[in-house]
């Protein structure tokens, strides 16, 4: 099953935790961070990137 992975916020903590997680999915997968999201839904926060990175990894299925 393909999974897209863009968390709101990437830290140097959070980094091996993220980094764990894309290891140990199967299938597709993607990490497009944006750094400015905090808590907030990332397509309201840049939803023209949110878009592109959404449709780059559909396009690659």
Known sequence: MPSEFIPAQYSASKGT????????????????LFPI???????????KRWAQSVEQFLRRL
């Open 17 to 32: 935790e993220i980094e764990q997680i894309l290891q140990n999915v199967q299938g597709a997968k993607q990490l497009v």
């Open 37 to 47: 999201a905090g808590h907030n839904l990332l397509v309201t926060v840049d939803k």
